[in-house]
């Protein structure tokens, strides 16, 4: 004989089925859903990423000729450190980013009036102090190419003797030639005036970052430079009178 089944407990048993079934889809679409979402929060992750490394990208970002290894990719040396020691770096401290030539008679004006209190702002940690020395002048005329040769000589004591780089700078400003500007022989003796050693001055000659120097000039206009000397508070170049004393500082701290 068939089994007498209660129409009542069929009937839920197959209510139990049906939304057991109904669970089961239910959780396979959320675990899609999921799925997707995660896909899709990690694509844009990948997205953004790329493009803040873009944002990021420079001329020097994939320049492969030799480059200071204390620089930064849009050509800046920071000085910080007791003693401002070139490539030290004050952990924290606002960032003052100078454009200067040393061929450049406003540069020596400006290193006139602003030297110490560069020096002191690094030194103190109050600042990260960060140069960047253009050969903006090489453009107008300048057939001796002092400015990228001066340059490519401050570089070379930032990689050998970078406790001596900002002492140098302070000297080639201070003893800055005319129109002709002077030979590399010339800059060494400068430099070795200083406390630069011989074998480091004899390599000027090399011009072995003069071709950085043309490219970290190029991204210096890029980045707003149009004339020097110019500088940037925390990334922003800024037009204020540099020849007061105590300017330039007071801003750096402020």
Same mark, same amino acid.
């Given at each position: 004989m068939a089994k007498n089944?209660?129409?009542?407990?069929?009937?839920r048993r197959e209510a139990e089925r049906i939304a057991a079934k109904q669970a089961a889809s239910d959780n396979r679409t959320r675990n899609i859903l999921i799925g997707v979402i995660v896909v899709v929060i990690l694509a844009l992750v990948g997205v953004g990423y790329m493009l803040v490394k873009e944002s990021?990208?420079?001329l020097l970002s994939e320049f492969e000729g030799p480059a200071p290894a204390s620089s930064d990719l849009h050509g800046g040396i920071p000085f910080g450190g007791e003693g401002a020691v070139a490539g030290v770096e004050n952990e924290g401290a606002p960032k003052v980013d100078i454009y200067a030539d040393f061929h450049c008679p406003?540069?020596?004006?400006?290193?006139? $009036?602003?030297?110490?209190?560069?020096?002191?702002?690094?030194?103190?940690?109050?600042?990260?102090?960060?140069?960047?020395?253009?050969?903006?002048?090489?453009?107008?005329g300048d057939l001796t190419g002092y400015s990228t040769r001066a340059a490519n000589a401050f570089v070379e004591v930032v990689e050998h003797q970078p406790?001596?780089?900002l002492t140098f700078m302070e000297e080639l400003f201070a003893l800055q030639p005319g129109p002709e500007g002077y030979t590399d022989e010339q800059i060494a003796e400068?430099? $070795?005036s200083?406390?630069?050693s011989e074998e480091v001055a004899a390599g000027?000659?090399?011009?072995?970052?003069?071709?950085? $120097?043309?490219?970290a000039r190029e991204q210096a206009a890029r980045d707003g430079m149009r004339a020097t000397p110019s500088v940037a508070f925390d990334g922003e170049i800024e037009d204020f009178d540099w020849r007061v004393p105590g300017a330039l500082a007071e801003r750096a701290t402020s």
């Open positions: 089944t209660n129409p009542r407990e069929a009937a990021q990208r420079t406003a540069c020596k004006g400006f290193d006139e $009036v602003n030297a110490e209190d560069i020096r002191d702002l690094a030194s103190s940690g109050e600042a990260n102090s960060v140069y960047h020395p253009v050969n903006i002048l090489d453009r107008s406790e001596l780089a400068i430099a $070795v200083v406390g630069v000027f000659s090399e011009g072995t970052y003069a071709e950085w $120097v043309q490219v």
